[in-house]
């Protein structure tokens, strides 16, 4: 089993933090553990996943196309394996 965590907190989490929730599984290699930076799939600079909701406005939302496009990344990357069964 593959799992695909997305984050914005890619310098935080890390494959060793995540894996070691999953620690017996990943040793027994039943579980594989994928992380990914959303910032990474973004289209703006520097590679900021949000925007504001009004000009100056102390609030902000994520953005969805990130998200989107890592989505369809990572089902891109599983199609090329010959994994089909990805909802």
Known sequence: MQIFILTILGNVL???SIA???QKAVDKGVVKVDIRNIRDYTMTNPHDG???L???APAWLMKPEPIFEAVET???ELAQKEITDVP
């Open 14 to 16: 890390t494959d060793r």
């Open 20 to 22: 070691a929730s999953f």
């Open 50 to 52: 949000r925007c504001a």
């Open 54 to 56: 009004r000009p100056a």
């Open 74 to 76: 990572i089902k891109a």
